[in-house]
């Protein structure tokens, strides 16, 4: 079992930045992938971004590339997901999961942990 708890979440205004966390608990961390999936209203789960279990290998959706980065520190047992040049299109509550492959990394049904969510809203 692996339990995931994202924070970082909130109010920003157009252009600016966020910082989420996925701190993990529970079974050794560094052997999954850990990935950031978005949910808004209406929505289906989106893929955002994936990072590897050595952070050797990165992948982000075409929406966020460029602007968001993904990082894990295996000695804290935590991800996170750097939120630079928010647009209000990025709002909905944002989700962390990991998995054991880098196979199927977007697909959210092969993930076998998932935080609670942590909301984003951007302001225009």
């Known amino acids: 079992q692996v339990q995931l708890v994202e924070s970082g979440g909130g109010l920003v205004q157009a252009g600016g930045s966020l910082r989420l966390s996925c701190a993990a608990s529970g079974r050794t961390f560094s052997i999954y992938v850990i990935s950031w999936f978005r949910q808004a209203p209406g929505k289906e789960r989106e893929f955002v971004a994936a990072?590897?279990?050595?952070?050797?290998?990165?992948y982000y959706a075409d929406s966020v590339k460029g602007r968001f980065t993904i990082s894990r520190d295996n000695a804290k047992n935590t991800g996170f997901l750097q939120m630079n040049s928010l647009k209000p299109e990025d709002t909905a509550v944002y989700y962390c999961?990991?998995?054991?492959?880098?196979?199927?990394?977007?697909?959210?049904?092969?993930?076998?942990?998932w935080g609670q969510g942590t909301q984003v809203t951007v302001s225009s």
């Open positions: 999961a990991v998995k054991p492959l880098w196979v199927g990394i977007t697909d959210p049904t092969r993930y076998d942990y």
């Open positions: 990072i590897r279990d050595s952070g050797g290998s990165i």
